[in-house]
């Protein structure tokens, strides 16, 4: 199990960029895959992106493609997701969550359900 703390969000133009943190704790850290999700009210929490234990291979939702990086790094237990070319529909409040499951199918990530923790969520808000 890891504690998981979501910082980063803001208010930001059309066009802008942010980045969000997500700082873990527990000793568990770099066998989680790592996910970011979000949910814009009157809606579905909706899947990001994520990025595997090591590192070494990311999976983002085609909303999000080319223009959102996920990123981590073990040995600070923090994950990343810088945000380019944000656009309105992207405003939502962002949550980092772990899972502890392992699975060699990148599309078993983008369900919140193999997620056993979760980040109390940063609100990003995109304006024109």
């Known amino acids: 199990q890891v504690q998981l703390v979501d910082s980063g969000g803001g208010l930001v133009q059309a066009g802008g960029s942010l980045r969000l943190s997500c700082a873990a704790s527990g000793r568990s850290f770099s066998s989680h895959t790592m996910g970011w999700f979000r949910q814009a009210p009157g809606k579905e929490r909706e899947f990001v992106a994520h990025i595997d234990r090591a590192g070494g291979r990311t999976y983002y939702s085609d909303s999000v493609k080319g223009r959102f990086t996920i990123s981590r790094d073990n040995a600070k237990n923090l994950v990343y997701l810088q945000m380019n070319s944000l656009k309105p529909e992207d405003t939502a409040v962002y949550y980092c969550?772990?899972?502890?499951?392992?699975?060699?199918?990148?599309?078993?990530?983008?369900?919140?359900?193999?997620?056993?923790?979760w980040g109390q969520g940063t609100q990003v808000t995109v304006s024109l």
């Open positions: 969550a772990a899972s502890s499951l392992y699975s060699s199918n990148s599309y078993f990530f983008t369900s919140p359900l193999p997620y056993g923790d």
